[in-house]
């Protein structure tokens, strides 16, 4: 059993911060690869962020690249997703996944990902 919850998401203007955290309960001892995605409302979610079990190797979707970081710490099972100079068009739900260990971590099909979280909204007014 693998559960994953995110929290930190709120009601923000353009050009704000906020830090995401997602918190893995279960499997733990997996080394998961993390990922973050995003959905807007009328629209599929799409990859925003993902990171390897050591956190050596990352990867951004161009949208996010020099705004959004993605860290972890395995000691507290927690992936986080640091959001910098927010912009209305990151207003989504953003969702944490997991995928196993294995594979490219590059890949931003969410067929990748076996675990999701529930989500959490960021809205981001103008």
């Known amino acids: 059993q693998v559960q994953l919850v995110e929290s930190g998401g709120g009601l923000v203007q353009t050009g704000d911060s906020l830090r995401l955290s997602c918190v893995v309960s279960?499997?733990?001892?997996?080394?998961?690869?993390m990922g973050w995605f995003r959905q807007a409302p009328g629209k599929e979610r799409e990859f925003v962020a993902a990171?390897?079990?050591?956190?050596?190797?990352?990867y951004y979707a161009d949208s996010v690249k020099g705004r959004f970081t993605i860290s972890r710490d395995n000691a507290k099972n927690t992936v986080y997703l640091q959001m910098n100079s927010l912009k209305p068009e990151d207003t989504a739900v953003y969702h944490c996944?997991?995928?196993?260990?294995?594979?490219?971590?590059?890949?931003?099909?969410?067929?990748?990902?076996?675990?999701w979280g529930q989500g959490t909204q960021v809205t981001v007014s103008s």
């Open positions: 996944a997991a995928r196993y260990y294995g594979g490219d971590y590059r890949a931003v099909s969410l067929s990748d990902y076996a675990y």
């Open positions: 279960g499997r733990t001892f997996s080394r998961f690869t």
């Open positions: 990171i390897t079990w050591s956190g050596v190797n990352t």
